[in-house]
């Protein structure tokens, strides 16, 4: 019955930080269902809270296993999305400055970019997230979203949050991608299960 007990208190707590991490990522696919994403996500906090080495079994914390570099590290390299996985969509080197957040992408090719079928334009949004795991405090920082047709032309791409992070815990640079389907003049999102997108791309 103690690990049961042990267990049951670790697994309420990794649901809390689930609930909060989904709640403050929902600009990057609102209006969008995704299946099993709350399981998922369940897997990588578990993983992450079974770094750490502070507490004891039934203690253990989410925020104590970020501190490890192993954690930050499952956070960043998590498949958030694997039916539009976005490093596979952009295939492209992504740059984020240390002073202002800035995501530059300088060697982008629209012809490269996998568009999902059907789709006519892609909209980039990018956003610093400044996450506290241990008190489930949050601010997202977002940069103006950028809409793109298959006829864009420029070979750099560069996106800048409008407000820094303060230092309420971890800052995680976060990169969602849209795909949207033009019809007599409008834009319609598409909501296949490869046309939306996440990526952490950077933890600090």
Do not use: W
Not at 141 to 165: G, K, N
């Amino acid at each position: 019955m103690k690990r049961v007990r042990e267990n049951a208190s670790e697994f309420g707590h990794c649901s809390a930080v689930n609930k909060a991490f989904r709640s403050v990522l929902a600009p990057f696919y609102k209006g969008y269902r995704f299946t099993h994403f709350h399981s998922r996500l369940m897997s990588l906090f578990t993983r992450i809270k079974a770094l750490d080495t502070t507490h004891k079994r039934g203690e253990r914390t989410v925020a104590d296993g970020i501190g490890q570099a192993e954690g930050l590290q499952l956070l960043e390299q998590f498949s958030y999305t694997p039916a539009c996985a976005v490093r596979q969509v952009l295939p492209f080197e992504f740059g984020v400055s240390d002073i202002d957040f800035t995501l530059t992408i300088s060697d982008f090719n629209i012809e490269q970019v996998g568009f999902a079928e059907g789709a006519t334009h892609m909209a980039l949004t990018y956003g610093v997230l400044d996450f506290d795991f241990e008190h489930l405090d949050y601010a997202l920082h977002l940069a103006p979203s950028m809409v793109l047709d298959r006829a864009y032309a420029s070979s750099t791409l560069a996106l800048t949050p409008d407000t820094l992070p303060g230092g309420l815990g971890t800052t995680i640079c976060v990169l969602g991608v849209r795909f949207y389907q033009a019809v007599d003049g409008a834009l319609y999102v598409l909501n296949a299960k490869d046309s939306v997108g996440i990526a952490v791309l950077k933890c600090l």
